[in-house]
């Protein structure tokens, strides 16, 4: 037999969780310097390949090969000492842990042999090396602990210490869901890197245009099956989602067809000093109000003020035309006041708890002593709206952790959907959801502005803001550049001037 030329090859692999299959004949290849997409809808399977070849799972059956070898490795120890190192797609630091720590966690022995404890400096001193090197010492210190990062922070900091091992293959799944333009630059340089260096990437990403953009080839999984495996340049989009969805999808948009009632929610003069500054907004039932910016222009902020996350440091805020004051998310919840955060974890997906816990009213009850719906229609909203965004899952009493990314998403949504908003404020909405999820998202979000709540959504893909606002209010640097209405709100380059703070 001739040498393989795959640097890691898996093949036939089978795994089932409590007798559900979720990977039946997965396989994956890799050639030396190429990045590989991975792709395939919420539950398809990829991350559970992933953590199959990092020796997190083990396999029912099928092999993977590194170098022309068999691997058994029996931890994601073995896999990151043989050459294999992954970004995670969920985030979880050790709160208290620094940046150093984090970094070099697992590896402090074999950096210090004989020392009886750890050296912080040196530790440190190798931390800050790295982050001068990625052009992140500006904004992290190696002695920051690790909850003072904010979750691009976090992202980027995982990748750092997946590409310090100097793998020979680096398996990213979904490494640009919360980065923004500026960290994904940096990332996209990394990657060139590696490639150069003849490192193998796995590249697990819902972003289309991420994917043309990057990627030598892409394989599909559909259902836990391998699909097949296309050269990126001889694809077209249509071809990739067909091969994950197995039919055709709609393009485009629906239209907001709701009838606009009056003002519902009014921010005037919102200032945190340093992060935003004399914001004023509207909005009124039955619309989508798009908020557009690049990441870190302090869209998230607002929002996360006016909710109470954040402390205010001055402004108003008008709800039904009356004064209100917010000091504490309770009181946003007690006035139907709702925020889908971006961080999964912040808005209280308890990951250890049954979906339906995680979606019952118990939740927001309990911070706003009021009960808005009864048990049997909570229910059935829970089950309804679980299913309409397609969750893939056996039942609503599945453990959250058993989860695929995406699906988790969706229960945040269902959760927020289920509280009854007069306000919805959707933060990346559609981050790591498949494109046949994303379409039933929308088509929710119209059904809800149609019932006459107001929608303020943020995010980063200009196409879905564009497509789904009825306005869209633009920020940069903390202030509102503009507001758009009509045509203007469709013109992806009107947005991008005002968002780089231009008149
Ligand atoms: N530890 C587990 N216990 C039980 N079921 C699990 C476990 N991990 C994953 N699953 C199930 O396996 C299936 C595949 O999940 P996986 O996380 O691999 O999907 P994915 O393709 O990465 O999706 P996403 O795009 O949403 O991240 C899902 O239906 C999920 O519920
Ligand atoms: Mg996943």
């Given at each position: 037999m001739e040498?393989t030329k795959?640097?890691l090859?898996?093949?036939?692999?089978?795994?089932?969780?409590?007798?559900?299959?979720?990977?039946k004949?997965?396989?994956?290849c890799?050639?030396?310097?190429e990045l590989?997409a991975?792709?395939g809808?919420?539950?398809?399977?990829?991350?559970?390949?992933m953590?199959?070849?990092?020796?997190i799972y083990?396999?029912?059956?099928?092999?993977?090969t590194?170098?022309?070898?068999?691997?058994d490795?029996k931890?994601?120890?073995d896999?990151?000492?043989?050459?294999?190192?992954?970004?995670?797609q969920e985030?979880s630091?050790i709160?208290?842990m620094?940046?150093?720590?984090?970094?070099?966690?697992g590896?402090e022995?074999?950096?210090?042999?004989?020392l009886?404890?750890?050296?912080?400096?040196?530790l440190n001193?190798?931390?800050?090396?790295l982050?001068?090197?990625f052009g992140?010492?500006?904004?992290?210190?190696?002695?920051?602990?690790?909850k003072d990062l904010?979750?691009?922070?976090i992202?980027?900091m995982?990748i750092?210490k997946?590409?310090?091992?100097?793998?020979k293959?680096v398996?990213?799944?979904?490494?640009t869901?919360?980065?923004?333009?500026k960290?994904t630059?940096?990332?996209f340089?990394?990657?060139?890197n590696?490639?150069e260096k003849?490192?193998?990437i796995i590249?697990i990403?819902?972003?289309m245009?991420?994917?043309?953009?990057?990627s030598d080839?892409?394989s599909v999984?559909?259902d836990?099956?391998?699909i097949?495996?296309v050269?990126?340049?001889?694809?077209s989009r249509e071809?990739?989602?067909?091969m994950m969805v197995?039919?055709?999808l709609e393009?485009?948009?629906p239209h907001?067809t709701a009838?606009k009632g009056?003002v519902?929610?009014?921010l005037k003069?919102?200032?945190r000093?340093?992060?935003f500054?004399n914001?004023?907004l509207?909005?009124?039932a039955?619309?989508?109000?798009g908020?557009a910016?690049l990441?870190?222009?302090?869209?998230?902020?607002?929002m996360?003020?006016?909710?109470?996350?954040?402390?205010?440091?001055?402004?108003?805020i008008i709800l039904?035309?009356?004064n209100i004051?917010?000091k504490?998310?309770?009181d946003?919840?007690r006035?139907?006041?709702i925020?889908?955060?971006?961080?999964?974890?912040?808005l209280?997906?308890?990951?250890?708890r049954?979906i339906?816990?995680n979606?019952s009213l118990?939740?927001?009850?309990?911070l706003?002593n009021a009960s808005?719906?009864n048990?049997?229609?909570?229910?059935k909203?829970?089950d309804?709206?679980?299913?309409q965004?397609?969750?893939?899952?056996?039942?609503i009493?599945?453990?959250v952790?058993?989860l695929?990314?995406?699906n988790?998403q969706?229960?945040?949504?269902?959760?927020?959907?289920?509280s009854?908003?007069?306000?919805?404020?959707?933060?990346?909405?559609?981050r790591?959801i498949d494109?046949g999820?994303?379409a039933?998202?929308?088509?929710i979000m119209i059904?809800?502005?149609k019932?006459g709540?107001?929608?303020i959504?943020?995010?980063s893909?200009?196409?879905?803001?564009?497509?789904?606002s009825?306005?869209?209010m633009v920020?940069?640097?903390?202030k509102?550049?503009?507001v758009?209405?009509?045509e203007?709100?469709?013109s992806?380059?009107k947005?991008m001037?005002?968002?780089?703070?231009?008149?």
């Amino acid at each position: 037999m001739e040498d393989t030329k795959y640097i890691l090859e898996a093949k036939g692999i089978d795994k089932s969780f409590s007798g559900v299959t979720v990977l039946k004949g997965a396989e994956l290849c890799i050639i030396p310097g190429e990045l590989h997409a991975l792709m395939g809808e919420n539950g398809a399977g990829k991350s559970t390949l992933m953590k199959i070849i990092m020796g997190i799972y083990t396999k029912d059956a099928g092999t993977v090969t590194l170098d022309g070898k068999d691997t058994d490795f029996k931890s994601a120890r073995d896999a990151l000492d043989a050459g294999i190192s992954m970004i995670h797609q969920e985030l979880s630091p050790i709160p208290e842990m620094t940046v150093a720590e984090n970094v070099f966690l697992g590896r402090e022995q074999k950096k210090f042999k004989g020392l009886p404890f750890v050296d912080k400096k040196e530790l440190n001193r190798m931390t800050q090396e790295l982050l001068e090197e990625f052009g992140l010492s500006e904004f992290i210190k190696p002695d920051m602990k690790m909850k003072d990062l904010n979750i691009a922070q976090i992202q980027m900091m995982e990748i750092i210490k997946a590409i310090s091992y100097n793998s020979k293959v680096v398996i990213m799944d979904e490494p640009t869901s919360s980065l923004s333009e500026k960290e994904t630059e940096t990332l996209f340089r990394i990657i060139a890197n590696l490639k150069e260096k003849k490192i193998g990437i796995i590249y697990i990403s819902h972003r289309m245009e991420e994917v043309f953009e990057l990627s030598d080839r892409v394989s599909v999984l559909r259902d836990g099956q391998f699909i097949g495996c296309v050269n990126t340049k001889e694809a077209s989009r249509e071809e990739l989602i067909n091969m994950m969805v197995g039919r055709e999808l709609e393009g485009g948009y629906p239209h907001n067809t709701a009838e606009k009632g009056d003002v519902v929610l009014e921010l005037k003069n919102f200032t945190r000093k340093g992060v935003f500054e004399n914001v004023n907004l509207s909005v009124h039932a039955g619309e989508i109000l798009g908020m557009a910016g690049l990441v870190g222009a302090g869209r998230s902020e607002v929002m996360r003020a006016l909710v109470g996350y954040d402390h205010l440091d001055s402004g108003e805020i008008i709800l039904e035309g009356k004064n209100i004051t917010i000091k504490h998310p309770k009181d946003a919840v007690r006035n139907h006041i709702i925020m889908a955060s971006e961080d999964r974890k912040e808005l209280g997906l308890v990951l250890c708890r049954s979906i339906k816990e995680n979606v019952s009213l118990q939740n927001f009850d309990k911070l706003a002593n009021a009960s808005f719906i009864n048990k049997g229609t909570e229910r059935k909203l829970a089950d309804d709206y679980t299913k309409q965004m397609a969750t893939k899952m056996n039942g609503i009493e599945d453990m959250v952790s058993s989860l695929s990314g995406g699906n988790q998403q969706k229960v945040v949504l269902a959760k927020c959907l289920l509280s009854d908003p007069k306000v919805l404020i959707m933060d990346e909405p559609t981050r790591g959801i498949d494109v046949g999820a994303k379409a039933a998202i929308y088509n929710i979000m119209i059904e809800l502005a149609k019932r006459g709540i107001a929608i303020i959504m943020i995010s980063s893909e200009l196409p879905e803001l564009i497509g789904m606002s009825d306005r869209v209010m633009v920020m940069s640097g903390g202030k509102v550049t503009g507001v758009l209405e009509g045509e203007e709100a469709a013109s992806q380059q009107k947005i991008m001037n005002l968002a780089f703070g231009g008149k």
